[in-house]
């Protein structure tokens, strides 16, 4: 764990405004950010008091952490005036800022992380849990720190289905955005080959790192600090990337490229409600057009590259 007291800022949004939060919020925190329902507190309550009446349906939340060093007064500034701005696009609620104990974030996840099943074949099984293991069970073991990526999360559970579906034995695969690992130690337990597992955050490949040693991976799965600009081009047979809309739309060309022809691209992390703009920069990009899945407000697109 880097430091013991963290900083939480979270925010409560629109669909349409999501992204463009949680892009900004991406940039001044660490290990990731959340994107959830509201259901109650302070961050709720805010949005029901700062959002006009008939725009305040379902609100999303964005969460990010960063430690409470030196700097975290100069990004929480940095961070205020970038949400001053978003909000001349669209409404959104106060930014609320909260000091978190390292230990008590983690024993918050402790206490509502239970062993839980996946598709077929995945279970779930935090460090702390123990489980009896069924005969074709692929048992994910996970700490998630404090990188996003718990398999509780309707976009990971869409990404791990698909990958029980599609990863076959020796298969290369690239996972785009790990957070925990939780993907690409799914593809690993199926039979893949070789597994790069990428993400921009240096908290989330430290974490990542530390899951694929415990699933003993190590000889298959190699986390980096990379962002999809780093694939290289026609090298797997799976690319997932369970990231926000835009970053797919904007980095489309390189995930589907990255791809073998006849290779398949999963793409989630998206709104329902946004994905026909994915798909449309999807198949610019040459891919076939996805198979759309959806789960609550959320979908995967699963497309092969042609």
């Known amino acids: 764990m880097i430091g013991d007291v963290w900083v939480e800022v979270s925010i409560a949004v629109t669909p349409d405004t999501v992204e463009s939060v949680a892009e900004v919020i991406f940039r001044y925190t660490e290990g990731g950010?959340?994107?959830?329902?509201?259901?109650?507190?302070p961050i709720a309550e805010a949005w029901a008091t700062d959002i006009p009446v008939g725009q305040a349906a379902r609100p999303l939340i964005v969460r990010g952490y960063m430690p409470d060093?030196?700097?975290?007064?100069s990004r929480r500034a940095a961070l205020e005036?970038?949400?001053w701005h978003l909000r001349q696009i669209g409404p959104m609620?106060?930014?609320?800022?909260?000091?978190v104990q390292a230990a008590?974030?983690?024993?918050a996840w402790r206490d509502h992380f239970q062993v839980h099943r996946v598709g077929k074949r995945f279970v779930?099984?935090?460090t702390w849990r123990s489980f009896t293991l069924g005969e074709d069970d692929a048992v994910i073991i996970l700490d998630p720190g404090m990188a996003f990526g718990t398999g509780l999360h309707p976009t990971t559970q869409l990404c791990l289905r698909a990958l029980e579906r599609l990863i076959r034995p020796g298969y290369r695969v690239a996972d785009v955005g790990t957070g925990s690992g939780i993907l690409a130690i799914g593809a690993g337990l199926l039979g893949a080959h070789e597994v790069d597992a990428l993400d921009i955050d240096e908290v989330a490949v430290t974490t990542a790192a530390q899951n694929?040693?415990?699933?003993?991976?190590?000889?298959?799965?190699?986390?980096?600090?990379?962002g999809p600009g780093s694939l290289p081009r026609s090298r797997y047979d799976v690319v997932v990337a369970n990231i926000i809309a835009r970053v797919i739309e904007e980095h489309a060309s390189d995930l589907v490229g990255s791809a073998v022809m006849g290779g398949t691209v999963i793409c989630s992390g998206i709104l329902y409600e946004r994905h026909d703009a994915v798909v449309?920069?999807?198949?610019?990009?040459?891919?076939?057009?996805?198979?759309?899945?959806?789960e609550g407000d959320w979908c995967v697109l699963t497309g092969v590259r042609r």
């Open 124 to 126: 779930i099984r935090p």
């Open 69 to 73: 060093t030196a700097s975290a007064a």
């Open 212 to 226: 694929v040693t415990r699933n003993g991976l190590e000889a298959v799965v190699r986390c980096r600090q990379d």
């Open 81 to 83: 005036r970038a949400v």
């Open 33 to 41: 950010v959340s994107i959830d329902h509201a259901v109650e507190g």
């Open 280 to 294: 449309q920069r999807l198949m610019a990009a040459n891919l076939s057009r996805p198979n759309v899945e959806v």
């Open 104 to 107: 008590d974030w983690e024993n």
């Open 93 to 99: 609620g106060d930014l609320v800022v909260r000091e």
